[in-house]
Nanobody, 125 residues
Framework: QVQLVESGGGLVQAGGSLRLSCAAS????????MGWFRQAPGKEREFVGG????????YYTDSVEGRFTISRDNAKNTVYLQMNSLKPEDTAVYYC??????????????????WGQGTQVTVSS
């Protein structure tokens, strides 16, 4: 089992920044690729971005490309989501997820094995 705990969410004005963290415990963190997802009210959960176990492969959904940055620190068992130039449409609950196939990042949430509880991000206009 892998336990994931997100933190860093909150209320921010449009144009502002937040950094989300996802701390993992339970198993060797570097054995997992990590993904960030979000779910806005009334919408399905969607892929935001993901990172493989080394950090050498990182992917983003088009709507956040150039504004969001994913990184990981395997020594600290933590993955990060730096969010800049936030927009009201970024408002959502953000989740991190771990994928046992550490080599490949995928967008399909069904490919992830463990999930955090989520953290709320609200961007005001």
């Amino acid at each position: 089992q892998v336990q994931l705990v997100e933190s860093g969410g909150g209320l921010v004005q449009a144009g502002g920044s937040l950094r989300l963290s996802c701390a993992a415990s339970g198993r060797t963190f570097s054995n997992y690729a990590m993904g960030w997802f979000r779910q806005a009210p009334g919408k399905e959960r969607e892929f935001v971005g993901g990172i493989n176990w080394t950090g050498g492969s990182i992917y983003y959904t088009d709507s956040v490309e150039g504004r969001f940055t994913i990184s990981r620190d395997n020594a600290k068992n933590t993955v990060y989501l730096q969010m800049n130039s936030l927009k009201p449409e970024d408002t959502a609950v953000y989740y991190c997820a771990a994928r046992a196939n550490r080599f490949i990042v995928i967008r399909d949430q069904r490919g992830y094995d463990y999930w955090g509880q989520g953290t709320q991000v609200t961007v005001s206009s």
